[in-house]
């Protein structure tokens, strides 16, 4: 896709590699969501470090949200109505709060590709190898896997950054995104970014 530049010169990122944090603005207010938020803080301190070194590496952020049935709301609104006080996951906002240049995309069902604009995004950040990080193992992450290996990326799902309400389950789904969606699932710290941004570009210059 050609890129295009908006009225104030601004363009998105360019990164062979982005990474996805789905569904960690999150208020955890439903069944199970004690259970979930035990296995998510860990999770969440992964992720918030992997977060660091992804910036550091060039590689975008995307946070990928679910909009709880709120149709008029926005993404600021989200964060705000997660991290209220006495919201069951306003711990894991505040540690994996956005920033201003994270980029956003809110979603009405599992996938993170579901009548979205996520493919567009991606399209225009270059991105054909995806980390997938968040909530939940064996739902949103798995629903966004599936549609992600549909259209051809290439995937990451560190198994240290995620987590789901039954650790048998996030376990069982992270293997099952290993065989069949071809899913990398080795821990972040075991991920090089900056190897993994030159080693996909070179890739996708020689496919051209």
């Known amino acids: 896709m050609a890129h295009t530049r908006d009225k104030h010169g601004n363009a998105p990122d360019e990164s062979p590699v982005a990474l996805l944090l789905i569904d960690l603005v999150n208020d955890l207010e439903f069944e199970g969501g004690d259970r979930l938020l035990d296995h ?6 992964a992720i918030a470090a992997f977060k660091r070194r992804a910036r550091d590496a060039g590689v975008p952020i995307l946070y990928v949200n679910d ?32 920033d201003p240049e994270d980029y956003f995309v809110l979603k009405p069902k599992h996938s993170a590709f ?21 909530l939940t193992g064996d739902i949103c992450v798995l629903f966004t896997a599936a549609d992600a290996y549909l259209r051809d990326f290439e ?30 699932i080795a821990p972040s710290a075991q991920l090089n970014l900056q190897e993994l941004r030159r080693a996909t570009a070179e890739a996708g210059r020689a496919a051209e």
């Open 40 to 45: 998510a803080r860990p999770v969440a301190r």
């Open 67 to 98: 909009n709880f049935g709120r149709w008029r709301s926005d993404f600021r609104e989200t964060v705000a109505h997660c991290s209220r006080e006495g919201a069951r996951g306003r711990e894991l906002v505040q540690l994996l709060h956005p």
């Open 114 to 134: 579901f009548a979205t604009n996520l493919e567009v995004l991606l399209k225009y950040l270059t991105s054909h190898r995806l980390i997938l990080t968040g």
């Open 155 to 184: 995937l990451h799902v560190p198994a240290d950054c995620v987590a789901s309400i039954s650790a048998d389950e996030n376990q069982r789904a992270l293997s099952y995104m290993e065989r069949v969606f071809k899913a990398d």
